[in-house]
């Protein structure tokens, strides 16, 4: 009777073993460290949301880091990230510039490096994987595009343009700026007369705005933003100055955020070129793809479109972010 008890007991124990050591080595979670550059705007806050939400949905771990628009807080993120052993590091870098120690470090970890939203400069381009994001030179095209279209219908008149540039240095302010510029170059009637940064936040984009408007007064006829948010800062600096946006200063901008274009049906925006914040998904997939060392584009080009305020309440429902 003891000696059938024990063999019972036995066959037990050895189940429970048995079945115990399939969970020992389950897979572990893919572990993400991203930094993002921070939370200046609609388009970025659209950003993060979509990136945590794919990494859950994924059931990826993803530590965040928050830089608040400094690059030096970016590059203690990496090298917490590098420390911390993750399998991936993404991030969208707040400057061009800088980065070949930081990423010459994680390639010696073995670390792969994905870009999103903004592009680096660095000597080595094997120090990154892939960069998923938009085309910022093409954005800029496209806005000067819509604006020397515009120009055809008073081909007499010439038109004074001021521009908010982006965060200095950053991948979107420098080709948004140079597919603006190659657009209009052609045109002797489109001249950009001041031109300055306001970092992509509502509350700068009203303040130089309003320096401008000082500055130039009413011979300013065009509004370039290199995003949405500092456009509807530049809006409430023109109606203050007793003008109206969308009339008296054609206002274009960058982004396709819902604050655009809820601006576009008060008419006191022109037109918003789109660049897709949802990147989430892609980043989730490329990453899994790096790390199951499958091959991946070095370059992954989002789809976006161009919207004039013709179309804003139509479209409006359909915004995402």
């Known amino acids: 009777m003891i000696s059938n008890r024990r063999t019972v007991l036995s066959a037990a124990l050895a189940a429970v073993i048995t079945l115990s050591v399939p969970s020992a080595f389950a897979a572990k979670?893919?572990?993400?460290?991203?930094?993002?550059?921070?939370?200046?705007?609609?388009?970025?806050t659209a950003n993060t949301v979509s990136i945590k939400d794919a990494a859950k949905k994924e059931g990826i771990t993803l530590k965040f880091a928050d830089a608040q628009q400094k690059q030096e807080n970016q590059v203690k993120a990496i090298r917490s990230f590098i420390a911390q052993r993750v399998d991936v590091i993404a991030f969208s870098p707040v400057v061009e510039s800088g980065w070949d120690t930081v990423l010459r470090e994680a390639k010696r970890a073995n670390i792969p490096v994905i870009l999103t939203d903004r592009a680096v400069n660095v000597s080595d381009p094997s120090l990154y994987v892939s960069f998923l994001g938009s085309d910022f030179v093409e954005e800029g095209r496209r806005a000067g595009r819509w604006l020397v279209e515009r120009q055809k219908k008073t081909p007499d008149v010439a038109l004074n343009i001021v521009e908010l540039q982006g965060t200095v240095g950053s991948a979107p302010a420098l080709d948004r700026k140079k597919g603006f510029e190659e657009i209009i170059a052609g045109n002797a009637k489109l001249k950009v007369i001041r031109s300055q940064t306001g970092d992509f936040t509502r509350a700068k984009g009203k303040e130089v705005m309003e320096a401008f408007l000082k500055a130039e007064g009413k011979k300013i006829n065009v509004l370039y933003a290199h995003n949405d948010d500092m456009a509807i800062g530049a809006i409430q600096a023109i109606e203050e100055a007793g003008l109206k946006p969308g009339k008296d200063i054609l206002v274009i901008s960058i982004d396709g955020v819902k604050g655009a274009f809820e601006a576009m049906i008060a008419g006191k925006l022109n037109v918003t070129v789109e660049c897709n914040p949802l990147l989430g998904p892609q980043l989730m997939q490329i990453a899994k793809d790096v790390v199951a060392k499958k091959p991946v584009p070095k370059r992954v080009v989002t789809q976006e479109g161009v919207f004039p305020a013709e179309v804003a309440a139509k479209e409006f429902p359909n915004r995402k972010y």
């Open 29 to 44: 979670p893919l572990v993400i460290g991203f930094s993002q550059v921070g939370a200046e705007s609609e388009w970025r």
